[in-house]
């Protein structure tokens, strides 16, 4: 015999789903406020986060990357994805070795991005180690708190005319 659900446990599975739903779109919308403030502390616009390709562009302004290292990301997507389909195409080795070292890159990357955004606002490792374990947490900080964006990669102030700008 197969198990059934009765009317109750579907109600309450139906409930458990829709509350789970509200939770992670209050999540996303609370990321959404954060980083628009992050951006406008940086300068630029808050608007750009609802547009992927360019709010990756202006993060990457923001931490003083160049607009290229979208492609290094790119890069990275099509070598995970290329290890997916190596996997399931029976080449477990090869695609596992691809995925592996996909991952691996991104992250390390990730990482030294996320360290460059918290010079930026004038912070040093500690917080960068903050913003990766316990992101909801630093990047609210980071956002609503008093740091100041000193420039990208905290290399020094940008001729910018905004005032959350620290200028020297």
Do not use: C
């Not at 990482?111 to 374990?133: C, E, P, Y």
């Amino acid at each position: 015999m197969e198990p059934t659900i009765t009317g109750r446990e579907a109600a309450m599975a139906q409930t458990m789903g829709a509350g789970m739903l509200i939770f992670i779109l209050a999540l996303i919308a609370f990321y959404v406020i954060i980083m628009w403030r992050i951006f406008s502390k940086a300068g630029q616009p808050g608007w750009a986060i609802f547009i992927p390709i360019y709010s990756a562009i202006v993060y990457f302004k923001i931490i003083g990357r160049s607009a290229a290292w979208l492609l290094v990301y790119l890069f990275l997507g099509i070598l995970y994805g290329a290890g997916l389909y190596l996997t399931v195409s029976g080449n477990v080795a090869a695609g596992g070795l691809l995925i592996f070292v996909g991952i691996i890159a991104l992250l390390v990357i990730s990482i030294i991005d996320t360290h460059r955004l918290s010079k930026s606002f004038g912070q040093g490792a500690g917080f960068t180690v903050g913003l990766v374990l316990i992101n909801i947490v630093f990047y609210a900080i980071l956002a609503f708190g008093d740091y100041k964006y000193i420039g990208p990669n905290g290399d020094g102030p940008t001729p910018d005319g905004n005032p959350e700008i620290l200028h020297a």
